[in-house]
């Protein structure tokens, strides 16, 4: 395993932004500030290489042209080069931007091996995370300050990765994947004036409901240790569950490859972790509000980075779930999506008792309780610095107690999905593995 030891740190850089920015405090909003948005996110993007060790005439590898796109990327984006702010008891704030010790911390890497040797970081990988990501240099004397960190691994292939941290607190799924994006515009030549997507802060348009309820944060007391499984799932099996959808009396209507990856991976985890049919079970899921605040966005959603998303909770007898067919499945998450219009506006305008007083941001341990992500139309796998698409996109998670299902882009030219799960105890794996292979 020679390779667990092949990565070496050259340099750790502070990128601030190319030309100069507004300096001072940014409010976030109150989804923003929410306790459990204080951590940050860990991806690994692995990039193949290209079949040339340079890409442009003047011999720029991955990490001075991913360095360089950061700079520019900053004059717009200069939020993330900030600090978070808190108040005196600890409660988060703000962004503070400019003044000393802003910008990212940038690390550039290079490791001894091909990505090919540590079969392009698929699970277990053969390389530590943390190797991979970005540290927390000695400088930080805060680091629940800190916004944005990123490291580029180089590989004897030509071939790279790129690690991000990444605050929640300042941006979320859509956020993040539209600033990697810019990144990547300005990486391959385009000028800042001509992105596609200018990013808008406004963050004074998410509702702020006075009244709302703030859960407790999830805890491992108590709590099952989980098994990590990732899947590939091919287009002809979600293709035979879409059918079986489309087939039964569902009145025509359509439904997404997330819908029935989830509805398979919710019944196969109730049947194999053995739930008693009369308890209930919970399915949690973000829904993007953009489309709901388009009226009092800037430039109507077009361009918000921040927090906005709503977390649907969808409950049923875990006997229901176990013994449904799929289709019927399917048909209790779209019930719960439809139903998702009316209970934001519920909560949003801080409707006494909304949602049975439950907070619905809440992330729990309960073992009943599955939230899946979908990170497939983020726009993660569309992210280009010069050197094409990432062969695929790798979520870190560091909590084991919590269960989670996570959709991903299958590799680069796939058809089909990826699940990287969390969800069952280890003795319950293979029951999870083999539910979801059964097709009958």
Same mark, same amino acid.
């Given at each position: /395993?020679?390779? +667990?030891?092949? #990565? ?15 300096? $001072? ?36 590898? *991955? ?18 080069? @900030? ?21 990212? &911390?940038?690390?550039? +890497? ?15 990988? /053969? ?13 930080? %004397? ?13 590989? +004897? ?11 929640? +607190? ?9 600033? /990697?994006?810019? #990144?990547?515009?300005?990486?391959? @030549? ?8 200018? *990013? ?19 805890? *491992? ?44 991976? &919710? ?17 949690? !899921? ?33 006997? %229901? ?18 139903? /998702? ?15 049975? $007083? ?49 959709? #991903? %882009?299958?590799?680069?030219? %796939? *058809? ?7 969800? #069952? ?6 029951? !999870? ?8």
């Amino acid at each position: /395993m020679a390779a +667990a030891k092949s #990565v070496e740190r050259l340099a750790q850089r502070l990128v601030t932004p190319a030309e100069p920015t507004p300096a $001072g405090p940014l409010r976030l909003s109150w989804l923003d500030r929410y306790p459990t948005q204080m951590a940050l996110i860990e991806s690994l993007h692995v990039f193949k290489p290209s079949g040339s060790p340079d890409r442009d005439v003047n011999g720029a590898g *991955p990490a001075s042209t991913i360095e360089r796109a950061l700079e520019q990327a900053l004059v717009q984006y200069y939020p993330l080069a @900030g600090r978070l702010g808190f108040t005196d008891d600890g409660g988060l704030l703000q962004v503070d931007c400019g003044g000393d010790g802003s910008g990212v &911390w940038f690390t550039e +890497a290079a490791a001894t091996c091909e990505l090919e040797d540590v079969e392009y970081l698929e699970h277990p990988m /053969m390389i530590a995370k943390d190797e991979l990501l970005p540290p927390t240099p000695a400088e930080e %004397k805060d680091d629940r300050r800190l916004v944005l960190l990123v490291q580029v691994t180089t590989f +004897a292939c030509g071939g790279f990765v790129v690690g991000f941290r990444f605050s929640h +607190a300042v941006a979320d799924g859509p956020g993040a994947a539209q600033f /990697m994006a810019a #990144v990547g515009d300005l990486a391959r @030549g385009l000028s800042v004036e001509s992105l596609a997507v200018q *990013p808008q802060w406004g963050r004074d348009a998410i509702p702020n409901p006075a009244a709302a309820v703030i859960g407790s944060l999830p805890s *491992p007391a108590g709590a099952k240790h989980l098994e990590y499984l990732a899947m590939d799932i091919s287009a002809d099996y979600i293709g035979h569950y879409k059918a079986q959808y489309n087939d039964a009396a569902h009145g025509g209507s359509w439904c997404s490859a997330f819908e029935v990856l989830v509805a398979k991976a &919710w019944q196969s985890r109730t049947r194999a972790a053995g739930f008693e049919p009369d308890s209930d079970v919970h399915l949690c !899921f973000a829904m993007n509000e953009r489309p709901l605040l388009h009226a009092s966005l800037p430039r109507a959603g077009a361009g918000f980075y921040g927090n906005c998303y709503y977390i649907m909770r969808v409950t049923a007898l875990a006997g %229901k779930v176990a013994g449904s067919s799929i289709p019927d499945v399917v048909k209790i998450i779209k019930d719960g999506k439809r139903r /998702m219009p009316a209970e934001f506006t519920r909560w949003a305008t801080g409707e006494a008792g909304a949602n049975g $007083g439950v907070d619905p941001y809440q992330i729990t341990s309960d073992y009943r309780t599955l939230l899946v992500s979908d990170w497939s139309r983020l726009g993660f796998a569309e992210v280009d610095y010069g050197w094409g698409p990432p062969a695929h996109v790798v979520p870190l998670t560091n909590l084991d107690y919590i269960a989670t299902c996570i959709l #991903v %882009k299958p590799w680069a030219h %796939k *058809p089909g999905a990826r699940l990287i799960t969390q969800c #069952v105890s280890p003795d319950r794996v293979t029951a !999870f593995h083999q539910g979801m292979l059964d097709m009958n």
